[in-house]
């Protein structure tokens, strides 16, 4: 499900919405093929807070790799960023014990399709990116699929 009102012909998250939800605007967004924690609002400010780069709120991801990460990439990644057209990205790393393909990442910026594109920079291709948490908002027990209102 695309994050947008115009789905520009694929399906959106207001088709997912009960009726009284359908005014509410996403803080952020995830891809159609990401899927997580998704804050909705109608309070403009704090989706001002939650979005624009000077509040620098941090959103953490689980992140699957086609195959382990290479140190000396995750070094890269940290230490310098890699380089994209829309400049260097860095981020936070933690790695699953050995599973060096099941990543925890985080992020204080959130350009679009990020980690895929950092990842996909350095040969790698992301097979599951998931939320988990949005500045002080996190997932928790949460199941898919169901709503949390705070």
Do not use: W
Request: hydrophobic share 30%; glycine share 10%.
């Amino acid at each position: 499900y695309v994050c947008s009102r115009d789905g520009q012909g694929g399906a959106t998250i207001y088709e997912l919405l009960p009726k009284q939800y359908q005014k509410l605007q996403p803080a952020g967004r995830l891809d159609k093929n990401s899927s997580g924690l998704l804050l909705l609002s109608s309070d403009g400010n704090l989706l001002q807070q939650l979005t624009h780069p000077k509040y620098q709120k941090s959103k953490v991801y689980r992140v699957k790799l086609n195959m382990p990460l290479e140190p000396l990439h995750q070094q890269m990644i940290v230490d310098h960023g890699v380089g994209l057209e829309d400049g260097p990205s860095r981020f936070s790393i933690q790695t699953a014990d050995t599973n060096r393909a099941l990543l925890t990442v985080t992020l204080n910026e959130g350009r679009n399709r990020q980690i895929r594109r950092t990842f996909d920079a350095l040969g790698y291709r992301v097979t599951d990116l998931h939320r988990t948490q949005f500045g002080p908002y996190a997932l928790g027990d949460l199941i898919e699929g169901k709503v949390k209102i705070i």
